[in-house]
């Protein structure tokens, strides 16, 4: 996976937004940003797509924004000139796909059949938009294509929304999802930027679904296992002493770890990937003993500072 599409696959969700107005660009941008997705596919169904391409990438060079909903030559072109970081079509012509290959930007080519899929994926192109998502059977279509495609991974948008974003998230040939929803011409319209950055924070805790696991008391001592079994009997949690990190859903554990912390706090999340890039994105530093499955995907993690003396554990369940 390339660098650009690591990156989206870490952020899970790209906002697809489409402006009227060139001079609200930079403050969109600095919406979704706050929001925690620093991330827009503006789309050519505008006239002020390029400049706002070209004022996001000046003015917010920490916002990965790219170009969307390009049918022409020349509209790739000015997407690329204004300083777009990739590029998305709705739907797959071949000449189209073709010459933005020519430009060696990063692009996701439209597809809603296998027909077209096995044509991107002739090209080269295995990261492909699903659009209309769910007009054309979302997840349950992509689920049934992804034996005979085992290298296509989707962008679907188009339908996807809050309630539904997990079901497509949870299937792991999904790339990211296209977020419509996010910040609507409406909004854009009359400068809601709180009410953007308000739905992006929400879309990220739905899709990072981070909830306290689990407590660990620390000591080899009979003061912190008394302390442990205390808070069991009093709030009806299960008890087990275990190793460090090791713990049962929802229980308060004891462990005779050698630490000068005072225990470890594990919160749990659907996806450690985007879950540990979400956290540097938001400055905090990362302890570089990360855990990995057999995919290689991140398992455990855990800050590099201590929290109010608890060492701070984020695990995917």
């Known amino acids: 996976m390339s660098d650009m599409f690591k990156t989206i696959y870490e952020l899970g ?55 969307g909903t390009v049918l022409t030559k020349e509209q790739a072109d000015r997407a690329v000139a204004a300083g777009a970081k990739f590029i998305v079509t709705p739907g797959f012509n071949p000449e189209m796909i073709a010459y933005i290959k ?53 962008m679907p948008t188009g339908g996807v929304n809050a309630k539904n974003l997990n079901d497509y998230l949870s299937f792991d040939r999904i790339i990211c999802c296209g977020g419509t929803w996010l910040a609507t011409s409406a909004d854009i319209a009359k400068g809601d930027w709180d009410g953007i950055t308000a739905k992006c924070k929400e879309a990220v805790k739905t899709m990072l679904g981070f909830k306290l696991h689990s407590v660990c008391v620390y000591g080899n001592n009979e003061s912190a296992e008394k302390d442990a079994k205390f808070l069991c009997n009093l709030f009806g949690f299960e008890y087990k002493e275990t190793e460090c990190g090791i713990s049962a859903d929802g229980a308060v554990c004891f462990s ?7 225990g470890c706090i594990i919160i749990s999340t659907l996806n450690g990937n985007r879950a540990m890039a979400y956290v540097q994105r938001m400055g905090v530093e990362i302890d570089p003993d990360i855990w990995y499955d057999a995919k290689g995907n991140v398992s455990c993690f855990g800050l590099k500072d201590t929290v109010a003396g608890f060492e701070i554990c984020i695990e995917q369940k």
């Open 256 to 262: 005779k770890d050698e630490s000068d912390a005072k």
């Open 13 to 67: 969700i790209i906002p697809v937004v489409a402006i009227d107005d060139a001079d609200k660009a930079v403050p969109l941008a600095k919406a979704l940003r706050d929001g925690g997705l620093p991330a827009a596919e503006i789309t050519f169904r505008t006239a002020a797509a390029e400049e706002s391409i070209r004022r996001i990438t000046a003015e917010c060079p920490d916002v990965l924004v790219g170009a």
């Open 102 to 154: 020519s430009l060696g930007i990063p692009m996701m080519p439209g597809a809603a059949t296998p027909g077209e899929m096995e044509q991107a994926m002739s090209m080269g192109l295995t990261n492909i938009k699903f659009f209309p998502a769910e007009a054309n059977g979302g997840v349950a279509k992509l689920k049934a294509l992804a034996g005979p495609y085992q290298a296509a991974k989707w």
